[in-house]
């Protein structure tokens, strides 16, 4: 005898209402995400933001001079120019603060108050750094000798400044703009060896 077939009921049972909520809700989150997505994406293209940076545009060595007794004594012109390309939105530097250092020796801190870049925009600051005597150890001593004599000082420049921009109507941005870099200086002439860097965001 053949076995008896099984079929369902007539009668399906239903599927929860609490599921059919469920499914509504992942697709309407997943359609506004998607769409959010798009809008984001739209405004970047349009407003095309460009990072607001840092970076040193010229310096010069004004004076330079080590004594018998090891105290040296410097004097350095440093450009700073704060850059913002973005053409619809301006931006803030805040904390702004510099060391500048030599052998490992901080000669100077350059400092400056808060302030706004306009759009498409910079704003420069010269700073003319006169050092106090600095007494140096032998082998700083060494050092700078052995530099005056190959025409060659490298000065260490280390420090960040808090930016603030708006991206158009995606909301403000806020990071820590860092400069670390070396100046290399022709002390016989104090002319500067430029070198391609700006400051970086963390």
């Given at each position: 005898?053949?076995?008896?077939?099984?079929?369902?009921?007539?009668?399906?049972?239903?599927?929860?209402?609490?599921?059919?909520?469920?499914?509504?809700?992942?697709?309407?989150?997943?359609?506004?995400v998607?769409?959010?997505?798009?809008?984001?994406f739209?405004?970047y293209?349009?407003?095309h933001?460009?990072?607001?940076?840092?970076?040193?545009?010229?310096?010069?060595?004004?004076?330079?001079?080590?004594?018998?007794?090891?105290?040296?004594?410097?004097?350095?012109?440093?450009?700073?120019?704060?850059?913002?390309?973005?053409?619809?939105?301006?931006?803030?530097?805040?904390?702004?603060?510099?060391?500048?250092?030599?052998?490992?020796?901080?000669?100077?801190q350059?400092?400056?108050p808060?302030?706004?870049?306009?759009?498409?925009?910079?704003?420069?600051?010269?700073?003319?750094v006169?050092?106090?005597?600095?007494?140096?150890r032998?082998?700083?001593?060494?050092?700078?000798?052995?530099?005056?004599k190959k025409?060659?000082?490298?000065?260490?420049?280390?420090?960040?400044?808090?930016?603030?921009?708006?991206?158009?109507?995606?909301?403000?941005?806020?990071?820590?703009?860092?400069?670390?870099r070396q100046?290399?200086?022709?002390?016989?002439?104090?002319?500067?060896i430029?070198?391609?860097?700006?400051?970086?965001?963390?």
């Amino acid at each position: 005898m053949a076995p008896k077939s099984k079929f369902s009921t007539s009668r399906e049972r239903a599927t929860n209402p609490l599921v059919w909520c469920g499914a509504i809700i992942c697709t309407i989150f997943t359609i506004a995400v998607s769409l959010g997505g798009i809008v984001t994406f739209i405004g970047y293209l349009v407003i095309h933001p460009r990072v607001p940076y840092v970076s040193v545009m010229d310096a010069h060595l004004d004076h330079i001079q080590i004594y018998y007794e090891g105290i040296l004594e410097i004097q350095v012109t440093i450009l700073i120019r704060a850059q913002n390309g973005n053409e619809k939105t301006h931006a803030s530097f805040s904390d702004s603060s510099y060391s500048l250092s030599l052998n490992r020796e901080v000669v100077a801190q350059l400092v400056a108050p808060p302030f706004e870049v306009g759009k498409n925009s910079s704003v420069d600051f010269n700073y003319v750094v006169p050092s106090s005597p600095i007494p140096l150890r032998p082998d700083q001593v060494e050092d700078v000798d052995t530099g005056l004599k190959k025409d060659l000082i490298i000065f260490d420049l280390k420090g960040s400044s808090r930016v603030r921009w708006r991206i158009g109507s995606l909301g403000s941005v806020r990071y820590l703009c860092r400069l670390d870099r070396q100046l290399r200086f022709h002390p016989l002439n104090g002319t500067y060896i430029p070198s391609r860097y700006s400051s970086k965001a963390k």
